[in-house]
Protein backbone atom coordinates (compact mmCIF):
# COMPACT_ATOMS: atom_id res chain seq x y z
CA UNK A 1 0.00 0.00 0.00
CA UNK A 2 1.17 3.57 -0.85
CA UNK A 3 1.90 6.25 1.62
CA UNK A 4 -0.96 8.39 0.53
CA UNK A 5 -3.35 5.22 0.99
CA UNK A 6 -1.90 4.85 4.28
CA UNK A 7 -2.32 7.97 5.52
CA UNK A 8 -6.21 7.82 4.17
CA UNK A 9 -6.89 4.62 6.10
CA UNK A 10 -5.46 6.16 9.10
CA UNK A 11 -7.60 9.17 8.94
CA UNK A 12 -11.09 7.22 8.34
CA UNK A 13 -9.72 4.64 11.14
CA UNK A 14 -9.47 7.80 13.69
CA UNK A 15 -12.44 9.55 12.23
CA UNK A 16 -14.64 6.08 12.83
CA UNK A 17 -12.83 5.77 16.76
CA UNK A 18 -14.07 9.54 17.13
CA UNK A 19 -17.46 9.09 15.89
CA UNK A 20 -17.66 6.06 18.14
CA UNK A 21 -16.64 7.58 20.93
CA UNK A 22 -18.80 10.53 20.55
CA UNK A 23 -22.23 7.97 19.83
CA UNK A 24 -21.00 5.96 23.64
CA UNK A 25 -20.43 9.35 25.64
CA UNK A 26 -23.63 11.01 24.03
CA UNK A 27 -25.75 7.40 25.02
CA UNK A 28 -24.08 7.59 28.53
CA UNK A 29 -24.83 11.43 29.12
CA UNK A 30 -28.29 10.64 27.59
CA UNK A 31 -28.96 7.88 30.34
CA UNK A 32 -27.45 9.86 33.42
CA UNK A 33 -30.18 12.87 32.86
CA UNK A 34 -33.59 10.50 32.25
CA UNK A 35 -32.02 8.95 35.55
CA UNK A 36 -31.67 12.48 36.88
CA UNK A 37 -35.21 13.52 35.94
CA UNK A 38 -36.70 10.42 37.40
CA UNK A 39 -35.41 11.91 41.03
CA UNK A 40 -37.88 14.71 40.50
CA UNK A 41 -40.95 14.54 42.08
CA UNK A 42 -42.85 17.78 41.67
CA UNK A 43 -44.55 17.27 38.33
CA UNK A 44 -44.65 21.14 37.56
CA UNK A 45 -40.92 21.42 37.47
CA UNK A 46 -40.51 17.72 36.25
CA UNK A 47 -41.91 19.30 33.01
CA UNK A 48 -39.49 22.33 33.05
CA UNK A 49 -36.76 20.11 34.31
CA UNK A 50 -36.82 17.46 31.36
CA UNK A 51 -37.09 20.57 28.89
CA UNK A 52 -33.51 22.16 30.42
CA UNK A 53 -32.16 18.72 30.23
CA UNK A 54 -32.94 18.18 26.24
CA UNK A 55 -31.59 21.19 25.77
CA UNK A 56 -28.72 20.60 28.47
CA UNK A 57 -28.04 17.14 25.87
CA UNK A 58 -28.24 19.19 22.86
CA UNK A 59 -25.46 21.55 23.94
CA UNK A 60 -23.32 18.44 25.27
CA UNK A 61 -23.56 16.68 21.57
CA UNK A 62 -22.82 19.92 19.97
CA UNK A 63 -19.67 19.96 22.51
CA UNK A 64 -18.78 16.50 21.69
CA UNK A 65 -18.90 16.90 17.81
CA UNK A 66 -16.55 20.34 18.09
CA UNK A 67 -13.78 18.63 20.26
CA UNK A 68 -13.75 16.04 17.50
CA UNK A 69 -13.56 18.83 14.89
CA UNK A 70 -11.97 21.76 16.15
CA UNK A 71 -13.60 24.87 16.90
CA UNK A 72 -10.82 27.30 15.81
CA UNK A 73 -12.20 29.38 12.73
CA UNK A 74 -9.74 29.57 9.60
CA UNK A 75 -8.00 32.64 9.90
CA UNK A 76 -7.34 33.28 6.16
CA UNK A 77 -11.11 33.94 5.94
CA UNK A 78 -11.38 36.04 8.42
CA UNK A 79 -11.90 39.96 7.11
CA UNK A 80 -12.88 43.27 8.32
CA UNK A 81 -16.36 44.10 8.70
CA UNK A 82 -17.84 46.63 5.98
CA UNK A 83 -19.08 50.20 6.75
CA UNK A 84 -21.88 48.75 6.55
CA UNK A 85 -21.66 46.28 9.42
CA UNK A 86 -19.92 48.60 11.49
CA UNK A 87 -21.72 52.11 12.14
CA UNK A 88 -20.75 54.86 13.52
CA UNK A 89 -23.08 56.54 16.33
CA UNK A 90 -22.15 60.08 15.33
CA UNK A 91 -23.54 58.76 11.89
CA UNK A 92 -26.90 57.56 13.83
CA UNK A 93 -30.15 60.33 13.49
CA UNK A 94 -31.06 62.54 16.07
CA UNK A 95 -32.83 60.92 18.85
CA UNK A 96 -36.27 60.67 19.40
CA UNK A 97 -39.02 59.00 21.61
CA UNK A 98 -41.90 57.81 19.39
CA UNK A 99 -40.57 54.81 19.51
CA UNK A 100 -40.12 53.52 22.99
CA UNK A 101 -43.87 51.98 23.47
CA UNK A 102 -41.75 49.06 20.73
CA UNK A 103 -39.13 48.83 23.65
CA UNK A 104 -38.47 46.78 26.62
CA UNK A 105 -35.10 46.48 29.23
CA UNK A 106 -33.61 43.16 30.33
CA UNK A 107 -30.83 43.29 32.66
CA UNK A 108 -28.89 39.92 32.61
CA UNK A 109 -28.85 39.32 36.45
CA UNK A 110 -27.32 35.49 36.96
CA UNK A 111 -24.22 36.59 38.81
CA UNK A 112 -23.03 36.65 42.19
CA UNK A 113 -20.70 38.93 44.00
CA UNK A 114 -18.34 36.56 45.15
CA UNK A 115 -15.46 37.93 42.83
CA UNK A 116 -15.90 40.85 45.50
CA UNK A 117 -16.44 39.55 48.60
CA UNK A 118 -19.94 39.24 48.87
CA UNK A 119 -23.05 37.61 49.49
CA UNK A 120 -25.70 37.05 47.25
CA UNK A 121 -26.53 38.71 43.91
CA UNK A 122 -24.00 41.50 42.49
CA UNK A 123 -27.14 43.40 41.71
CA UNK A 124 -26.99 44.62 45.09
CA UNK A 125 -24.07 45.66 45.60
CA UNK A 126 -23.76 49.43 46.51
CA UNK A 127 -21.96 51.43 43.95
CA UNK A 128 -22.66 55.15 44.06
CA UNK A 129 -24.63 57.35 46.77
CA UNK A 130 -26.08 54.33 48.76
CA UNK A 131 -27.44 53.36 45.12
CA UNK A 132 -26.91 49.40 44.15
CA UNK A 133 -26.54 48.51 40.46
CA UNK A 134 -30.48 47.29 40.33
CA UNK A 135 -31.53 50.84 42.01
CA UNK A 136 -29.61 52.47 39.49
CA UNK A 137 -31.04 50.64 36.72
CA UNK A 138 -34.63 51.11 37.97
CA UNK A 139 -34.07 55.23 38.40
CA UNK A 140 -33.04 55.09 34.80
CA UNK A 141 -36.05 53.58 33.28
CA UNK A 142 -38.27 55.34 35.73
CA UNK A 143 -36.87 58.40 35.40
CA UNK A 144 -37.30 57.52 30.90
CA UNK A 145 -40.76 56.15 31.53
CA UNK A 146 -41.78 60.06 33.71
CA UNK A 147 -40.07 62.56 30.77
CA UNK A 148 -41.83 60.67 27.91
CA UNK A 149 -44.83 59.34 29.31
CA UNK A 150 -44.18 55.66 28.17
CA UNK A 151 -44.26 52.32 29.67
CA UNK A 152 -41.15 50.58 29.62
CA UNK A 153 -40.72 47.33 31.44
CA UNK A 154 -37.17 46.43 32.94
CA UNK A 155 -37.01 42.05 32.87
CA UNK A 156 -34.38 40.49 35.22
CA UNK A 157 -32.96 37.25 33.57
CA UNK A 158 -32.31 35.60 37.17
CA UNK A 159 -30.44 31.87 38.15
CA UNK A 160 -30.74 29.84 40.33
CA UNK A 161 -28.47 31.25 42.81
CA UNK A 162 -29.70 35.14 41.72
CA UNK A 163 -33.38 34.25 42.39
CA UNK A 164 -34.80 34.25 45.45
CA UNK A 165 -32.68 37.36 47.08
CA UNK A 166 -33.66 38.81 44.14
CA UNK A 167 -37.57 38.34 44.25
CA UNK A 168 -37.89 39.43 47.78
CA UNK A 169 -35.41 42.89 46.52
CA UNK A 170 -37.50 43.90 44.00
CA UNK A 171 -40.86 43.93 46.01
CA UNK A 172 -39.58 48.16 47.26
CA UNK A 173 -40.35 48.90 43.67
CA UNK A 174 -43.87 48.19 43.96
CA UNK A 175 -45.72 51.58 43.72
CA UNK A 176 -43.01 53.07 41.14
CA UNK A 177 -43.60 53.89 37.75
CA UNK A 178 -41.98 50.81 36.54
CA UNK A 179 -42.82 47.37 36.07
CA UNK A 180 -40.13 45.00 37.14
CA UNK A 181 -40.48 41.48 35.92
CA UNK A 182 -38.08 38.16 36.77
CA UNK A 183 -37.85 34.79 34.78
CA UNK A 184 -34.39 32.35 35.70
CA UNK A 185 -32.48 30.83 33.09
CA UNK A 186 -32.00 27.28 33.11
CA UNK A 187 -30.16 25.25 35.36
CA UNK A 188 -27.42 22.52 33.68
CA UNK A 189 -25.26 19.93 35.31
CA UNK A 190 -21.84 20.19 35.71
CA UNK A 191 -19.93 17.37 34.50
CA UNK A 192 -16.64 15.58 35.61
CA UNK A 193 -13.77 16.46 33.05
CA UNK A 194 -12.77 13.18 32.83
CA UNK A 195 -15.46 10.92 32.56
CA UNK A 196 -17.86 13.76 30.78
CA UNK A 197 -20.96 12.47 33.05
CA UNK A 198 -23.14 14.49 35.01
CA UNK A 199 -21.76 15.78 38.91
CA UNK A 200 -25.01 15.36 40.73
CA UNK A 201 -27.05 12.07 41.03
CA UNK A 202 -30.60 13.73 42.18
CA UNK A 203 -32.28 17.20 41.19
CA UNK A 204 -32.03 18.23 44.83
CA UNK A 205 -28.16 17.74 44.89
CA UNK A 206 -25.96 20.04 46.16
CA UNK A 207 -26.20 22.99 44.59
CA UNK A 208 -22.92 23.47 43.42
CA UNK A 209 -22.62 20.59 41.25
CA UNK A 210 -25.23 22.88 39.09
CA UNK A 211 -24.78 25.74 36.58
CA UNK A 212 -26.04 28.67 35.15
CA UNK A 213 -25.37 28.40 31.42
CA UNK A 214 -23.67 31.37 30.57
CA UNK A 215 -25.88 34.29 28.52
CA UNK A 216 -26.82 32.82 25.34
CA UNK A 217 -29.39 30.92 27.13
CA UNK A 218 -31.02 34.02 26.98
CA UNK A 219 -32.67 32.82 24.18
CA UNK A 220 -34.25 29.45 25.08
CA UNK A 221 -34.97 31.01 28.85
CA UNK A 222 -36.94 33.92 27.14
CA UNK A 223 -39.05 31.47 24.98
CA UNK A 224 -39.65 29.19 27.63
CA UNK A 225 -40.51 31.12 30.11
CA UNK A 226 -43.53 32.85 28.23
CA UNK A 227 -42.04 36.41 28.94
CA UNK A 228 -41.39 36.43 24.97
CA UNK A 229 -45.25 35.95 24.06
CA UNK A 230 -45.60 38.48 26.98
CA UNK A 231 -43.75 41.15 25.26
CA UNK A 232 -45.03 40.62 22.43
CA UNK A 233 -48.99 40.89 23.33
CA UNK A 234 -47.95 44.13 24.44
CA UNK A 235 -46.70 45.31 21.38
CA UNK A 236 -42.76 45.37 22.20
CA UNK A 237 -40.49 44.83 19.51
CA UNK A 238 -37.33 45.45 20.18
CA UNK A 239 -35.51 44.45 23.57
CA UNK A 240 -32.37 46.10 24.76
CA UNK A 241 -29.87 43.62 26.48
CA UNK A 242 -27.16 44.24 28.95
CA UNK A 243 -24.92 43.56 32.00
CA UNK A 244 -26.53 44.22 35.42
CA UNK A 245 -22.69 45.55 36.16
CA UNK A 246 -22.36 47.81 33.40
CA UNK A 247 -23.36 51.49 34.99
CA UNK A 248 -23.13 52.66 31.22
CA UNK A 249 -25.85 50.52 29.45
CA UNK A 250 -28.41 53.22 29.34
CA UNK A 251 -31.74 53.30 27.19
CA UNK A 252 -30.38 55.61 24.04
CA UNK A 253 -33.42 56.05 22.17
CA UNK A 254 -31.32 57.08 19.16
CA UNK A 255 -30.14 53.44 18.45
CA UNK A 256 -33.68 52.62 18.80
CA UNK A 257 -34.41 54.52 16.15
CA UNK A 258 -31.75 53.38 13.71
CA UNK A 259 -32.49 49.77 14.25
CA UNK A 260 -36.23 50.35 13.44
CA UNK A 261 -35.27 52.22 10.41
CA UNK A 262 -32.68 49.81 9.10
CA UNK A 263 -34.93 46.79 9.61
CA UNK A 264 -31.94 45.26 11.82
CA UNK A 265 -32.51 42.32 13.70
CA UNK A 266 -29.42 42.29 15.93
CA UNK A 267 -27.33 45.93 16.87
CA UNK A 268 -24.32 44.94 19.12
CA UNK A 269 -23.06 48.36 20.95
CA UNK A 270 -18.97 48.26 20.34
CA UNK A 271 -16.12 50.35 21.46
CA UNK A 272 -13.06 51.78 20.81
CA UNK A 273 -10.48 48.40 22.05
CA UNK A 274 -8.17 50.04 24.87
CA UNK A 275 -4.93 48.13 26.00
CA UNK A 276 -7.29 47.21 29.05
CA UNK A 277 -9.42 45.32 26.14
CA UNK A 278 -7.37 43.13 24.07
CA UNK A 279 -9.27 39.94 25.31
CA UNK A 280 -12.45 41.20 24.66
CA UNK A 281 -14.31 39.70 21.49
CA UNK A 282 -14.49 41.50 18.19
CA UNK A 283 -16.74 41.95 14.87
CA UNK A 284 -15.82 40.24 11.76
CA UNK A 285 -16.70 38.94 8.21
CA UNK A 286 -16.67 35.23 8.10
CA UNK A 287 -17.48 33.79 4.61
CA UNK A 288 -19.66 36.64 3.74
CA UNK A 289 -21.15 36.73 7.31
CA UNK A 290 -21.37 39.16 10.47
CA UNK A 291 -20.12 37.37 13.49
CA UNK A 292 -18.56 37.99 17.07
CA UNK A 293 -15.16 36.53 17.42
CA UNK A 294 -13.78 35.80 20.55
CA UNK A 295 -10.50 34.53 21.84
CA UNK A 296 -11.33 31.00 22.67
CA UNK A 297 -11.58 30.60 18.90
CA UNK A 298 -8.40 31.96 17.80
CA UNK A 299 -5.63 29.69 16.74
CA UNK A 300 -2.63 29.95 18.90
CA UNK A 301 -0.31 31.47 16.61
CA UNK A 302 -2.62 34.23 16.20
CA UNK A 303 -3.58 35.14 19.78
CA UNK A 304 -1.40 38.07 19.23
CA UNK A 305 -2.67 39.21 16.07
CA UNK A 306 -5.91 39.01 18.15
CA UNK A 307 -4.33 41.06 20.41
CA UNK A 308 -3.58 44.05 18.47
CA UNK A 309 -5.32 47.13 18.50
CA UNK A 310 -4.40 48.20 15.22
CA UNK A 311 -6.32 45.20 13.57
CA UNK A 312 -9.61 44.94 15.50
CA UNK A 313 -10.06 48.60 16.60
CA UNK A 314 -13.29 47.37 18.22
CA UNK A 315 -15.30 44.87 20.91
CA UNK A 316 -18.16 43.74 22.20
CA UNK A 317 -19.37 45.93 25.54
CA UNK A 318 -22.50 43.31 25.53
CA UNK A 319 -25.20 46.22 24.75
CA UNK A 320 -27.48 44.08 22.61
CA UNK A 321 -30.29 45.76 20.84
CA UNK A 322 -32.75 42.10 19.34
CA UNK A 323 -35.61 41.90 17.66
CA UNK A 324 -38.18 39.88 19.49
CA UNK A 325 -40.20 38.50 16.79
CA UNK A 326 -36.54 37.22 15.18
CA UNK A 327 -36.03 35.45 18.60
CA UNK A 328 -39.14 33.60 18.68
CA UNK A 329 -38.70 32.67 15.32
CA UNK A 330 -35.32 31.08 15.91
CA UNK A 331 -35.98 29.39 18.74
CA UNK A 332 -38.96 27.55 17.34
CA UNK A 333 -36.92 26.51 14.52
CA UNK A 334 -34.14 25.43 16.86
CA UNK A 335 -31.93 27.38 14.66
CA UNK A 336 -29.51 29.39 17.51
CA UNK A 337 -26.34 27.48 17.18
CA UNK A 338 -23.68 30.06 19.38
CA UNK A 339 -20.18 28.76 19.70
CA UNK A 340 -19.69 26.92 22.97
CA UNK A 341 -17.18 27.87 26.16
CA UNK A 342 -16.10 24.99 27.82
CA UNK A 343 -15.33 26.78 31.64
CA UNK A 344 -12.85 24.28 33.79
CA UNK A 345 -13.16 24.23 37.09
CA UNK A 346 -12.52 23.11 40.62
CA UNK A 347 -15.61 22.55 42.97
CA UNK A 348 -15.35 20.99 46.54
CA UNK A 349 -18.00 18.36 47.27
CA UNK A 350 -18.16 16.95 50.69
CA UNK A 351 -14.17 17.00 51.79
CA UNK A 352 -12.82 16.28 48.25
CA UNK A 353 -12.29 18.59 45.33
CA UNK A 354 -13.36 17.55 41.72
CA UNK A 355 -12.29 19.06 38.10
CA UNK A 356 -15.77 19.65 36.41
CA UNK A 357 -16.31 20.90 33.26
CA UNK A 358 -19.33 23.79 32.18
CA UNK A 359 -20.42 23.80 28.88
CA UNK A 360 -21.53 27.74 28.41
CA UNK A 361 -22.66 29.98 25.62
CA UNK A 362 -22.78 34.14 24.85
CA UNK A 363 -25.34 35.90 23.72
CA UNK A 364 -23.08 37.87 21.64
CA UNK A 365 -21.90 34.70 19.76
CA UNK A 366 -25.66 34.40 18.41
CA UNK A 367 -25.25 37.46 15.89
CA UNK A 368 -24.75 35.94 12.54
CA UNK A 369 -28.13 33.94 13.35
CA UNK A 370 -30.09 37.36 12.79
CA UNK A 371 -30.68 39.15 9.53
CA UNK A 372 -28.96 42.60 9.27
CA UNK A 373 -27.25 42.56 11.97
CA UNK A 374 -24.42 44.54 12.57
CA UNK A 375 -22.24 47.11 15.03
CA UNK A 376 -22.68 50.51 16.21
CA UNK A 377 -19.50 52.06 17.23
CA UNK A 378 -20.36 53.56 20.72
CA UNK A 379 -18.14 56.68 22.82
CA UNK A 380 -16.57 54.43 25.99
CA UNK A 381 -18.93 56.27 28.41
CA UNK A 382 -21.51 53.42 27.08
CA UNK A 383 -19.07 50.75 28.54
CA UNK A 384 -18.43 51.09 32.19
CA UNK A 385 -18.53 47.65 34.16
CA UNK A 386 -17.71 46.93 37.59
CA UNK A 387 -16.47 43.68 37.98
CA UNK A 388 -13.76 44.27 40.37
CA UNK A 389 -12.89 46.86 43.32
CA UNK A 390 -10.80 49.17 40.84
CA UNK A 391 -13.65 49.22 39.34
CA UNK A 392 -15.34 50.02 41.97
CA UNK A 393 -13.32 53.41 43.19
CA UNK A 394 -13.59 54.82 39.56
CA UNK A 395 -17.30 54.83 39.68
CA UNK A 396 -17.67 56.16 43.26
CA UNK A 397 -15.40 58.97 42.66
CA UNK A 398 -15.46 62.47 41.31
CA UNK A 399 -15.02 61.28 37.95
CA UNK A 400 -18.61 61.24 38.03
CA UNK A 401 -21.92 62.46 38.79
CA UNK A 402 -25.27 60.77 39.11
CA UNK A 403 -28.27 62.03 37.15
CA UNK A 404 -31.55 60.09 37.24
CA UNK A 405 -29.99 57.15 38.18
CA UNK A 406 -27.31 57.31 35.35
CA UNK A 407 -23.24 58.20 35.75
CA UNK A 408 -22.24 61.08 33.85
CA UNK A 409 -18.80 61.85 33.16
CA UNK A 410 -17.13 65.20 34.67
CA UNK A 411 -17.21 67.49 31.56
CA UNK A 412 -13.37 68.45 32.85
CA UNK A 413 -12.48 64.76 31.74
CA UNK A 414 -14.70 64.78 28.26
CA UNK A 415 -12.28 63.30 25.69
CA UNK A 416 -10.23 61.96 28.05
CA UNK A 417 -9.64 58.14 28.85
CA UNK A 418 -10.36 57.10 32.61
CA UNK A 419 -7.61 56.81 34.73
CA UNK A 420 -6.16 53.39 34.91
CA UNK A 421 -6.45 51.75 38.13
CA UNK A 422 -4.94 48.79 39.81
CA UNK A 423 -5.52 47.91 43.58
CA UNK A 424 -3.87 44.93 45.41
CA UNK A 425 -5.05 41.78 46.91
CA UNK A 426 -5.96 44.05 50.34
CA UNK A 427 -8.46 45.64 48.13
CA UNK A 428 -10.09 42.84 46.43
CA UNK A 429 -13.31 42.27 48.61
CA UNK A 430 -15.56 45.03 49.12
CA UNK A 431 -15.04 44.77 52.82
CA UNK A 432 -11.11 45.46 52.30
CA UNK A 433 -11.92 48.17 49.92
CA UNK A 434 -14.31 50.19 52.01
CA UNK A 435 -11.99 50.02 55.28
CA UNK A 436 -9.00 51.03 53.32
CA UNK A 437 -10.80 53.74 51.02
CA UNK A 438 -13.44 54.44 53.51
CA UNK A 439 -13.34 58.03 51.65
CA UNK A 440 -13.40 58.68 48.35
CA UNK A 441 -10.10 60.51 46.56
CA UNK A 442 -10.24 63.49 44.45
CA UNK A 443 -9.20 62.11 41.33
CA UNK A 444 -9.78 64.11 38.05
CA UNK A 445 -6.15 64.60 37.44
CA UNK A 446 -5.24 61.22 37.47
CA UNK A 447 -3.86 59.12 34.93
CA UNK A 448 -2.51 56.26 36.38
CA UNK A 449 -3.06 54.79 39.76
CA UNK A 450 -1.01 51.55 41.16
CA UNK A 451 -1.70 50.36 45.22
CA UNK A 452 -0.26 47.64 46.86
CA UNK A 453 -0.26 46.20 50.21
CA UNK A 454 -1.33 47.02 53.78
CA UNK A 455 -2.40 51.18 52.54
CA UNK A 456 -5.15 53.17 53.96
CA UNK A 457 -6.13 56.35 52.60
CA UNK A 458 -7.25 58.97 54.64
CA UNK A 459 -10.14 61.75 54.17
CA UNK A 460 -9.98 64.58 51.59
CA UNK A 461 -6.58 62.83 49.42
CA UNK A 462 -6.18 64.30 46.06
CA UNK A 463 -4.47 61.86 43.37
CA UNK A 464 -2.88 63.32 40.15
CA UNK A 465 -0.86 62.31 36.93
CA UNK A 466 1.01 58.82 37.95
CA UNK A 467 0.64 57.53 41.60
CA UNK A 468 2.24 54.70 42.57
CA UNK A 469 1.72 53.54 46.33
CA UNK A 470 3.78 50.12 47.23
CA UNK A 471 3.58 48.71 50.61
CA UNK A 472 5.84 45.96 51.84
CA UNK A 473 4.94 42.89 53.29
CA UNK A 474 4.94 43.70 57.47
CA UNK A 475 4.77 47.60 56.59
CA UNK A 476 1.70 49.40 57.00
CA UNK A 477 1.61 52.95 55.05
CA UNK A 478 -1.07 55.68 55.95
CA UNK A 479 -1.68 58.20 53.47
CA UNK A 480 -2.90 61.40 55.66
CA UNK A 481 -5.76 63.48 55.53
CA UNK A 482 -5.36 65.74 53.19
CA UNK A 483 -2.34 64.54 51.00
CA UNK A 484 -2.19 65.59 47.80
CA UNK A 485 -0.38 62.96 45.53
CA UNK A 486 1.22 64.13 41.92
CA UNK A 487 3.15 61.90 39.67
CA UNK A 488 5.14 60.28 42.76
CA UNK A 489 5.85 56.57 44.15
CA UNK A 490 5.28 55.73 47.98
CA UNK A 491 6.73 52.70 49.68
CA UNK A 492 8.39 52.07 53.17
CA UNK A 493 6.45 52.10 56.05
CA UNK A 494 4.49 55.33 57.25
CA UNK A 495 2.12 55.32 59.93
CA UNK A 496 -0.12 58.32 61.06
CA UNK A 497 -0.44 58.42 65.04
CA UNK A 498 -3.69 59.05 66.48
CA UNK A 499 -3.98 61.87 69.24
Given at each position: ?50 N ?29 P ?22 A ?19 V ?85 W ?56 L ?12 G ?61 P ?13 V ?17 H ?7 R ?63 L ?40 N ?12
Open positions: MSSVGKKHTKTQSTYAFDNTATNVAASQMRNSLNSLADTVSDQDKQARFEEMDSFFALFRRYLTDKASGSTLDWDKIKSSPSEVVQYGSLKSEESSNLSKLVLKLNGGLGTSMGCVGPKSIEVRDGNTFLDLSVRQIEHLNRKYDADVPLLLMNSFNTDNDTAKIIKKYQGHRIRVRTFNQSRFPRIYKDSLLPVPETFDDDLEKYPPGHGDLFEALVSSGELDNLLSQGREILFVSNGDNLGATVDTKILDHMIETNSEYMELTNKTRADVKGTLINYDGQVRLLEIAQVPKEHVEDFKSIKKFKYFNTNNLWINLKAIKKLVEGNEIQAEIINSKTIVTGKSEINLQLETAVGAAIRHFNGAGVVVPRSFLPVKTCSDLLLVKSDLFFLEHGALKLDPTREGFANPLIKLGSHFKKVSGFQARISHMPKILEDHLTITGNVTLGRDVTLKGTVIVVCNDGDKIDIPNGSILEVVVTGNLTILEH
